[in-house]
């Protein structure tokens, strides 16, 4: 998970997220079941409107396990940190802040879940190496780190499911190759 800056909230959200953030909390407390969809304004959806910026943030690959590319057999996924299911937070449905670009199989594995502990990829403080270390593949909170930063990095490789469907094995392959890579380069 690396870190990522955030570019400047597009112009689509800072002019209509407070009426959409309203038009959803008001459907879900209708109909706490309603399915949630992108609202549109100008011919396109809120999620074509925002996604160019969101992929750039972590340049085209997936905010959490960093997988690229990120499926678009039918759709890039933007993942809502803290979930829009959750009655505290549907103001946060079209928040800039919220929203991250991820794959399939992290949104699905995250789901409606939530952990006050979670890692933010864009948090100010962030950096991989204060709470992550990479061990034989797998990613581990770092070694010797005080309670907090354990609890929200084992929260956040349990949440997102960093060490399971063959990621420790593809990091594996990868930092093989990167150390293949160099080898004959400089051989
Ligand atoms: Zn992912």
Redesign the pocket.
Known sequence: MRKQTRPEEPEVLRSHQEKWNRQWRELRERNPSAKFAWYETGGKSAREWILQDLRGMNQGH??????YP?ETVTSEPVEHFRPKSNPKFHDLAFAWDNLFY??N??QSHKGEQWEDHLIKPDEPCYEFDRYFRFLDGRIEPVSGCDETVRLRAEATIRI?GLNERNLPRHRKLEFEKVVEDHGSGSG
């Open positions: 997936c905010s959490f396990c960093d997988g990120v991820c794959c199989a992290c997102f």
